[in-house]
């Protein structure tokens, strides 16, 4: 896991790690498999992945079948791209992958 080397606080830990960590932390068991699945089957990028929930939602071809949770899951998926816009990092990069 890489960790950013900004900001660091007391305890020489960087406040976005801080940050990051708990966010990872705190991620559902939904949200570790959506980001284990970007790693896996989507080249490690979000759009293709929501593009294959949107199709399901719309009875058009995808690739890959998820749970019924489509519509959760592309809020899911929001939350955590913002998160890594926002940090300027990979979740996939934090989470221990199979």
Known sequence: ??????????GGKSAVSKVVSDFVNGLSEEHRMLIVLKAQLYDRTWE???DDLRNRLAGKPY?????????DDIERIGQMQKFEAEHKIDLADYIDLP
């Open 63 to 71: 690739i890959f079948k998820l749970a019924n949770r489509i519509q």
């Open 48 to 50: 293709p992945m929501l």
């Open 1 to 10: 896991m890489a960790e950013p080397s900004r900001n660091k606080d007391k």
